[in-house]
């Protein structure tokens, strides 16, 4: 379940910009939170839907673009077509932004987990990647990437000997 999607220096979002899914902690009389607001285990509401309005050329296309753009990549991310899909397309109203790279990434909950995915790139080339976890209060990470130097977590490490010992899978879950 998607909880936030952020994207920055991305057509014309310059600054790190986010849509949130956490619901706000309004309470109006006679109105059913069940309705419009899921409940995780951890506690955190989060909107089952949202609506995304505003003036004209006020960034809603490039919002969803934004969020083709993310998917577009994730799911294409081994396939060599990859760079044929197109290149980042930075803020160019900026002469600092336009040799930046363009930032995407998601907070997701997974079986119960929260997850914060995400990565940076110039072109057609990952600068940056990153993926992280929160089981419990604290963060831990997975995997970070920078260039073509990967660290990778305690976390990520303890799953991979299971899956090598046991054939299966990696689970991350506490």
């Given at each position: ?16 910009s986010t ?6 902690a309004i ?60 290149s980042s ?86």
């Amino acid at each position: 379940m998607l909880i936030e999607f952020s994207v920055e220096n991305f057509r014309s979002f310059r600054d790190r910009s986010t849509l949130s899914l956490e619901a706000a902690a309004i309470r109006s009389p006679g109105r059913v939170d069940d309705d419009t607001v899921t409940t995780t285990p951890s506690g955190l509401r989060l909107l089952r839907s949202a609506a995304i309005y505003g003036p004209n050329a006020g960034g809603k296309s490039n919002l969803i673009k934004a969020i083709q753009f993310m998917r577009e990549r994730v799911l294409h991310s081994t396939r060599l077509e990859w760079a044929e899909a197109g290149s980042s397309q930075p803020f160019l109203l900026d002469t600092t932004t336009r040799s930046q790279p363009s930032g995407f990434e998601v907070v997701f909950l997974l079986g119960g987990v929260t997850y914060r995915y995400g990565f940076e790139l110039q072109g057609v080339t990952v600068s940056r990647e990153w993926l992280f976890c929160i089981p419990t209060s604290r963060e831990a990470m997975l995997f970070e990437r920078t260039g073509s130097s990967i660290r990778v977590g305690e976390r990520f490490r303890k799953a991979r000997s299971s899956q090598s010992e046991l054939g299966r899978m990696p689970s991350f879950y506490p």
